[in-house]
């Protein structure tokens, strides 16, 4: 199984910063892929905010861009989600996601159908304004 622990959640004034962290305890019969945060507001639904791909590619929603920076370490099992001029509507729990797969099954088949997702517990985010 892979366990994600987030930290670095808290209480912001619009216009300010966090720091979000989650790192990735896994077999060594697995391989993480994508990393990535998710975030959801009461009473919405679940979304992504950004990803970024085992070789550093990133991606994010177009409400956050410019703003949020995804990064990963050099070993590949912590992700960090810069959040720079928050925004009261960033206000929701955030949760860390890994993509992950067993490295048995990627060399039997040749590419990744038996990978799966996994959550972290999330992390508040709120920001007032």
């Known amino acids: 199984q892979v366990d994600l622990v987030e930290s670095g959640g808290g209480w912001v004034q619009a216009g300010g910063s966090l720091r979000l962290s989650c790192s990735a305890y896994?077999?060594?019969?697995?391989?993480?892929?994508?990393m990535g945060w998710y975030r959801q507001a009461p009473e919405k639904q679940r979304e992504l905010v950004a990803v970024v791909s085992k070789g550093g590619y990133a991606r994010y929603a177009d409400s956050v861009k410019d703003r949020f920076t995804i990064s990963r370490d050099n070993g590949g099992n912590t992700v960090y989600l810069q959040m720079n001029s928050l925004k009261p509507e960033d206000t929701a729990v955030y949760f860390c996601?890994?993509?992950?797969?067993?490295?048995?099954?990627?060399?039997?088949?040749?590419?990744?159908?038996?990978?799966?997702?996994?959550w972290g517990r999330g992390t508040q985010v709120t920001v007032s304004s």
């Open positions: 896994l077999p060594t019969t697995f391989s993480l892929n994508d």
């Open positions: 996601n890994a993509q992950a797969e067993k490295i048995a099954t990627k060399i039997i088949f040749g590419d990744s159908r038996y990978e799966r997702g996994y």
